[in-house]
């Protein structure tokens, strides 16, 4: 197989999760909300993954709603709070997830206003930015921890208190800063938090939201009062454990798994240096330690992912859920990066398994395929 | 799987059962750093072609268990998540045109909670009472039909006393008004036979975890010919045809297709089997004074035998029966003391909807599990019909129904 | 649901079950509860002529609690005078079976028990 770099798209199962999570797909089995002994087993495991996760988080336990993944807890944020409560406005930044700007713009064609907080050219939200949009009927602001893209960090602490001196909920999308840096709910006094189990190598299927109690949330799915009512249907059991043992894994691991990716992404943004018609986006912003986004000048973006894949390295030109698009991505854009730049972009996300050869292997892979002569980058794209 | 004497005997199969080794083997090659892994809508590489392709291929298992069409399968989070995209997404999508909805009294929550919130919005839901068999009687429903009624929600197998309605006389006469019919098919998939290219049916729920497969796992059905219109209820990136945004749980969707595949393969001979130890029960049992089977007994899934022991609590008697792990109705509602409103919607009185066990037996029962539960039951209702003040009346004749009762 | 250890024990083991002819007039029979509500309680007293409850049997249809409940019950109003009886309350029989609050409507259940034995036997013999 090819070398992975795309563990911003998904990260393979930690060992350690699925040695966790395999006894409940096997011996252990019942339904949660059964009264037998069967049913007390999974409770139980269910208890335990939200303290693991809780504990990852700086968050209690009591907050955490687990839930199918990541854009169902995106979902859930905007019109669980938002379709009932008579909610007027919320804004949300450009640069978010498709999971959360499209039951944003649900919400938007059922009348709420929807305001857009621009970003730097940076990929970064400033205060002056939210300022502008931020309003008296503000209800809920949303600005993700870390892009998924380019990787860049936004200040939620600040922005938070922003929101709330405005009288507003605050909610940011964890799920990429997730595992890979320290994040606390509490302490940056945000009110709502998504996250997402396969992206911090726990399993596909799962998810939270971590959620402050005081906010008048309501169920998206109904028939069934689990997840304290917030989210009906049978708990999946295994993959909540799975979630709950890598949280406690990144907890553990996670200043270590940190500088391995960052060591990695330095060399390799140092040695792209050599190429001139290589932009690193985001490259002044703090960063995730793992994430790279660049745009090769005059290189069409599909043919450079092809290239790519001949060579053996699994990257992606930014999400993987609109990777299907040939479009500039809408953050590239928000950030008012060039589209032809915007087009050619290559995410190159590290993981706890990657290692400096396959960061130099890779470098010389960029090196062919750039030093192609231009009418043979033309064929291959007609191919 | 009942070979170790510390663990109760499993009979709780239609709350959920255990994963088949076999779906458990599919899995793990999904599952791990050594894995097939990667996320299936990653278009750009070998890992997210491979998790997309192992996904088509148990797209196909499910289809071909229920002669669907693979892009007539849309991959949920569970049945609760397809019966409420079901439901709200057509009424949605109709709203313009109607807003009436038709459903049964003893459906699951999932579909009788998403029309409570639809009233919530300001549609109108007739709740049809059921037979005493547990069956909807066809004429009864034509009659709540209307020019505004847009969707009518009936399930196929009764999770709680099981019994198997006619969606196929249904179907038609829900096509003959062109209402769109959603059928929950959460209890009956793998256990009756069900084949969507000649039912009259437009939508149906699928579990994985109640056939052997995974949870958090289930699926629509949404036919393309005529196309089923509805609303998304997930929304974001656009997967699954636009109907359920949100990354595919991969090792999920192979379960859930391998346990389809599997059904597909063993359904008859395992039918016959359950059969023979459901009668083995109700034969143990059926001498007992006062003791009633709930629901048909004939249009009946194999595995479900669902019985009241007339003055005796359930619950109490779920605790005499600690070493049999059943549950006195549906598991979403066990918690509570209400006695089940499936019951109750039969015409059943208070004592006996008080006094129901769902015996819900499956691929790994044994005949000798059910020789030592017949054995356990009989004691444990003899002994708490012995502390029974009910049971005393019983016997000295008194009609309970002639005692004014200070209801508290 | 898990039960407390006393439960169970009184459950298991339920002590004075049984039965008096209610038209004898130094039995007080109380029953308490309907069916509709899943828990129907029968505690009956035994008083001699001082006024001392000197025997009490119960059968009860209802969980494991209201069982247990009916149970302890009868173990401590026997010796007790009427007003003794009568004074026990349902937050003593709760505490000492440590009853979960979704189960503390079984105590309660079984003080209206002892209560309306007492009445039955005092009107009888009034």
Known sequence: ??????????????????????????????????????????????????????????????????????????????????????????????????????????????????????????????????????????????????????????????????????????????????????????????????????????????????????????????????????????ENVPAIVGFGMAAELAMQAMDERADHVRTLRDALEKLLQQFDQVKVFANEAGRLPNTLQMGVQDFDGETLLMELDRRGFAVSSGSACTSGKTEPSHVLKAMAIPDELATSAVRISFGRANTMEEVERFVEALEQILGLKSSAVMMAANL | ???????????????????????????????????????????????????????????????????????????????????????????????????????????????????????????????????????????????????????????????????????????????????????????????????????????????????YGPKGMGALYVQRKPRVRLEAQMHGGGHERGMRSGTLATHQIVGMGEAFRIANEEMATENERLITLRNQLWDGLKDMEEVYINGDFEQRVAGNLNISFNYVEGESLLMALKDLAISSGSACTSASLEPSYVLRALGRNDELAHSSIRFSMGRYTTSKDIETTIKHVRTAVEKLRELSPLWDMYKDGIDLDSIEWAAH | MAYGEKVLDHYENPRNVGKFDQNEDNIGTGMVGAPACGDVMRLQIKVNDEGVIEDAVFKTYGCGSAIASSSLLTEWVKGKTLDEAKAIKNTELAEELALPPVKIHCSVLAEDAINAAVEDYRKKNA
């Open chain 2, 1 to 211: 799987m009942n070979d170790k004497t510390d663990k109760p005997i499993y009979l709780d199969y239609s709350a959920t059962t255990p994963i088949d080794e076999r779906v458990v083997a599919e899995m793990l090659k999904y599952m791990g750093p050594d894995a097939t892994f990667g996320n299936p809508a990653s278009r750009s590489h070998a890992y997210g072609w491979q998790a997309e392709a192992a996904v088509e291929q148990a797209r196909q298992h499910i289809a071909d268990l229920v002669g669907a069409d693979p892009r007539e399968i849309i991959f949920t989070s569970g049945a609760t998540e397809s019966d409420n995209l079901a439901i709200k997404g057509v009424a949605h999508f109709n709203k313009k045109r109607g807003q009436h909805i038709i459903t049964c009294k003893t459906e699951h929550k999932a579909v009788l909670d998403s029309c409570r919130q639809l009233e919530r919005e300001g549609y109108e839901v007739t709740y049809l009472d059921p037979e005493q068999n547990g069956l909807v009687d066809l004429e009864k429903l034509k009659a709540a039909m209307r020019d505004d009624t847009t969707l009518v929600s009936i399930m196929h197998v009764n999770n709680e006393i099981g019994v198997i309605q006619d969606i196929e006389a249904i179907g038609n006469a829900c096509r003959e008004r062109k209402i769109v019919f959603h059928v929950d098919a959460a209890q009956s998939a793998g256990k009756v036979p069900i084949d969507l290219a000649s039912l009259p049916v437009d939508l149906m729920s699928f579990s994985a975890h109640k056939i």
């Open chain 1, 1 to 234: 197989m090819a070398v992975y770099f795309d563990h911003n798209a998904t990260t393979p199962l930690h060992e350690k999760a699925l040695e966790a999570m395999q006894p409940y797909m096997e011996a252990i089995y019942g339904n949660p909300s059964s009264l037998h002994r069967f049913g007390r087993l999974q409770r139980d495991a269910i208890e335990q993954a939200r303290e693991q996760v809780a504990a990852l988080m700086g968050a209690q336990s009591s907050q955490v709603v687990f839930t199918s993944g990541g854009t169902e807890a995106n979902n859930l944020m905007l019109k669980g709070l938002c379709i009932d409560a008579g909610v007027q406005r919320i804004a949300v930044s450009e640069i978010e997830h498709m999971s959360l700007l499209q039951p944003a713009a649900t919400l938007a064609d059922s009348g709420c206003a929807v305001d857009r907080i621009a970003v730097n050219e940076q990929g970064l939200v400033t205060q002056a930015s939210l300022k502008q949009v931020i309003k008296d009927d503000t209800a809920l602001v949303s600005v993700m921890a870390a892009n998924n893209e380019t990787g860049a960090l936004q200040d939620i602490k600040k922005l938070a208190a922003q929101a709330r001196a405005n009288g507003a909920w605050f909610h940011t999308d964890a799920s990429q800063i997730a595992g890979k840096l320290a994040f606390s709910f509490e302490q940056t006094g945000v009110h709502a938090m998504t996250l997402s189990a396969h992206k911090l190598y726990g399993p596909l299927g799962a998810g939270a939201l971590i959620v402050d109690k005081q906010l008048p949330m309501h169920s998206l799915t109904q028939g069934g009062s689990q997840e304290k009512g917030l989210r009906a249907g049978t």
